[in-house]
């Protein structure tokens, strides 16, 4: 807690809010979130994880399973789709009273939501789908905390990120390499931390647990509001 405050305190006049770790950390708790729930709840598949649809779109294809292949591709294909409408979003919705990213997390928020009660028409695969295209819109949204690039939908980037700037740091003493190291190092366990709240949650909201995904977004939109402008 001693080192969030710290972060929190040291960010506030030097970045922009939307870099800015609250908003990363709550990101990436949304990530692990509605990854935790499509794992309990749709066949142990992932969201937001595309290079585990890859991989697992090339063995169905190797063995002929061409309509299981689909149940993998279709992800890959509205992720891609999702990062591309983001910036028909930024293009269409330019910042005024709401920045880019509300626009952003607008869209989200009422997808997700709206997945969620539609779930009993809509086969897994199409829900997984559909949930691939709106974090993908989060993912394209949030590039950057503190000035540094950094995936919210994923912890691949950002495990690298934690073990590269250990090593700069114990080569250079670089206070900078270990203060990012820290920084990456709390999106993790933020990670960790969306899986365990949808899980525990699960218990009790079953199929709508995927709500306290709107939540988070609708957290992360109200921070978004830079008063210090007015």
């Given amino acids: 807690m001693i080192l969030l405050t710290l972060f929190i305190m040291s960010e506030i006049s030097t970045h922009p809010i939307q870099e800015r770790l609250p908003i990363a950390l709550l990101l990436a708790t949304n990530s692990g979130f509605v990854d935790a729930y499509t794992f309990q709840y749709h066949g142990e598949r992932f969201a937001s994880l595309q290079t585990g649809n890859i991989i697992q779109a090339g063995i ?24 591309a409408f983001n910036n028909i979003i930024k293009h269409q919705f330019k910042a005024r009273k709401l920045s880019t990213q509300q626009h952003s997390l607008i869209i989200e928020i009422i997808g997700i939501s709206l997945v969620v009660f539609i779930r009993t028409q809509i086969s897994s695969t199409v829900f997984i ?11 394209d949204a949030f590039p950057k905390v ?3 690039p950094f995936t919210s939908v994923m912890s ?14 114990f080569y250079t003493k670089n206070r900078t390499a270990l203060q990012n190291a820290s920084l990456f190092s709390l999106i993790i366990l933020a990670f960790l931390f969306g899986a365990f709240i949808s899980a ?4 009790y909201l079953k199929h709508f647990t995927l709500l306290g995904s709107s939540v988070i977004l609708m957290t992360i939109f109200g921070l978004l509001f830079d008063y210090s402008k007015k």
């Avoid at 789908?129 to 993912?139: C, G, M």
């Avoid at 525990?200 to 218990?203: D, G, R, V």
């Fill in 200 to 203: 525990l949650l699960s218990t």
């Fill in 156 to 169: 691949t980037g950002n495990l690298r990120n934690v073990g590269a700037n250990l090593i700069t740091y």
């Fill in 146 to 148: 503190q000035g540094l």
């Fill in 129 to 139: 789908t559909l949930l691939s295209f709106f974090l993908a819109i989060q993912l």
């Fill in 60 to 83: 169905s294809l190797a063995r002929g399973q061409f309509n299981y292949a689909s149940s993998f591709l279709l992800p890959i294909l509205f992720f891609l789709l999702g990062a």
